[in-house]
């Protein structure tokens, strides 16, 4: 079994790779231990700056993960900063901003890096496209699922069950392509 150390202290995003991995030869460990999120561009800048961080930290392969909402009303806001606007004004304060607004689609993105000692680290990206409600429905999920409703869906992300988020978030999607990657190596 391939031993893998996830960095980070969000408890939503390890109980979805758990769940992910079940059926996998892969064991996650989560190791809360932090590192500086610079302000950048791009979810990729912000997770090599980490990947780079942590490498010097612990000799072992993990995975660290950034994400964010993009919106397209507010010309892509809060993007890399979604943590940062979630822990400030949160859901309510993104619905305020959003008030008569007509326009709600939006984008999840999310970039995991793989590192192992001594290699640079890989990335993988996933997306999903959908649309900002007007108000928070459902009480599964964290951060902004409440908000987020999937293009072809009827429900938040907040509103469905683990296995389903992770059939169509862009966590789900990255972690696709990473496992993919796992298996090849």
Do not use: W
């Not at 991995?21 to 791009?42: H, M, N, R, S």
């Not at 959003?98 to 993988?124: C, H, I, Q, W």
């Amino acid at each position: 079994m391939k031993e893998l150390y996830f960095i980070t202290g969000n408890k939503g995003k390890v109980a979805e790779i758990q769940q992910r991995v079940k059926d996998l030869d892969i064991k996650i460990i989560q190791k809360d231990i932090g590192y500086p999120e610079i302000q950048a561009e791009t979810l990729q800048e912000v997770a090599l700056f980490g990947a780079d961080h942590i490498q010097k930290k612990i000799n072992k392969p993990f995975i660290l993960e950034d994400a964010g909402i993009f919106i397209d009303e507010l010309g892509g806001f809060p993007g890399v900063y979604s943590k940062f606007v979630f822990y400030t004004i949160g859901l309510s304060g993104i619905l305020k901003i959003m008030e008569n607004k007509t326009k709600r689609s939006a984008v999840f993105r999310s970039v995991y890096a793989y590192t192992e000692p001594n290699k640079k680290p890989v990335l993988f990206i996933g997306e999903c496209f959908g649309t900002l409600t007007e108000k928070k429905k459902g009480s599964k999920g964290f951060g902004y699922d409440p908000l987020f409703i999937p293009n072809g869906e009827k429900k938040t992300f907040a509103e469905v069950d683990i296995d389903k988020k992770n059939k169509i978030s862009h966590r789900g999607k990255a972690l696709d392509k990473l496992f993919e990657f796992l298996e090849k190596s």
